[in-house]
T-cell receptor, first 119, second 113 residues
Framework: GAVVSQHPSWVICKSGTSVKIECRSL??????MFWYRQFPKQSLMLMAT?????????EQGVEKDKFLINHASLTLSTLTVTSAHPEDSSFYIC???????????????FGPGTRLTVL | DQQVKQNSPSLSVQEGRISILNCDYT??????FLWYKKYPAEGPTFLIS?????DKNEDGRFTVFLNKSAKHLSLHIVPSQPGDSAVYFC????????????FGTGTRLQVFP
């Protein structure tokens, strides 16, 4: 159980275009979803936290207008990279949280990630 | 400001021996720590966790030790197996912000026969 999927798994786009990445919780309802970015040989950096039906909370330094997050339902969150540039090339990973406290092993389940390459 | 640090980018261990992966943190508000295993082009998978009220947690071949005074934790894998070869991330969360995970930079473990 607790499977999170991402689509697409990899995408190549031209500079200036927009790319949408989907994150779905397949067998549970996710009260909260998280978006991370990982550059090669670096740690996963939290970009934003989204709760269903409300605006996402972005981490410091993450441009809200560039990385649009929509959490339309308890099973789907989308990240849109607008006007993508080569420096946006990265591995984007989402996670979904069943919720509840305290945080524990059943709190966040990670998707397989999406490799974005901007030419 | 890297609040969670894994100073060894890589570790190579012979099959059957013990693997010890280390993690240091700077934020004294962290009260829950997790270890994740990650294969290339995949998301992290949860391995084991520990609360700050404990100093040890064991699950099969995996044991996590926490030294709060030193702000240090370690993951022991024994015996190591070739299938353990992956990148291991430690992560931490703080009281009042339990959903926000702060990850270390990862340690690539290679277990050779």
């Amino acid at each position: 159980g607790a499977v999170v999927s991402q689509h697409p798994s990899w995408v190549i786009c031209k500079s200036g275009t927009s790319v949408k990445i989907e994150c779905r919780s397949l067998d549970f309802q996710a009260t909260t979803m998280f978006w991370y970015r990982q550059f090669p040989k670096q740690s996963l950096m939290l970009m934003a936290t989204s709760n269903e039906g409300s605006k996402a909370t972005y981490e410091q330094g993450v441009e809200k207008d560039k990385f649009l997050i929509n959490h339309a339902s308890l099973t789907l969150s989308t990240l849109t990279v607008t006007s993508a540039h080569p420096e946006d090339s990265s591995f984007y990973i989402c996670s979904a949280s069943i919720g509840g406290a305290p945080i524990g092993p059943d709190t966040q389940y990670f998707g397989p990630g999406t490799r974005l390459t901007v030419l | 400001d890297q609040q969670v640090k894994q100073n060894s980018p890589s570790l190579s261990v012979q099959e059957g021996r013990i693997s010890i992966l280390n993690c240091d943190y700077t934020n004294s508000m962290f009260d829950y720590f997790l270890w994740y295993k990650k294969y290339p082009a995949e998301g992290p998978t949860f391995l084991i966790s520990i609360s700050s009220i404990k100093d040890k947690n064991e699950d099969g071949r995996f044991t996590v030790f926490l030294n709060k005074s030193a702000k240090h934790l370690s993951l022991h894998i024994v015996p190591s197996q070739p299938g353990d070869s992956a990148v291991y991330f430690c992560a931490a969360s703080a009281k009042g912000n339990t959903d926000k995970l702060i990850f270390g930079t990862g340690t690539r473990l290679q277990v050779f026969p």
